[in-house]
């Protein structure tokens, strides 16, 4: 998060990524065995505008009570 935020202060747009394949990665890079890999953080500057986000789902759809 710290590094996302420092992105933002310096004018770039971040995002967390994850499911890619750890072990290719680390191979790829030939990272040493007593590291891991946890997520990457892409960061850039977009060249267009975000698309807007969906809808959101009526929350009777989303919640359950005293129910599984």
Request: aromatic letters at 10%; proline letters at 6%; hydrophobic letters at 45%.
């Amino acid at each position: 998060m710290t590094l996302m935020l420092a992105a933002q202060e310096m004018g770039y747009a971040s995002c967390p990524m994850d499911g890619f394949d750890f072990e290719a990665v680390a191979k790829l890079i030939k990272l040493p065995e007593d590291h891991v890999i946890s997520m990457f953080v892409a960061i850039g500057r977009g060249i267009k505008e975000a698309w807007p986000r969906g809808g959101q789902l009526p929350l009777k759809e989303v919640i359950s009570y005293n129910k599984f």
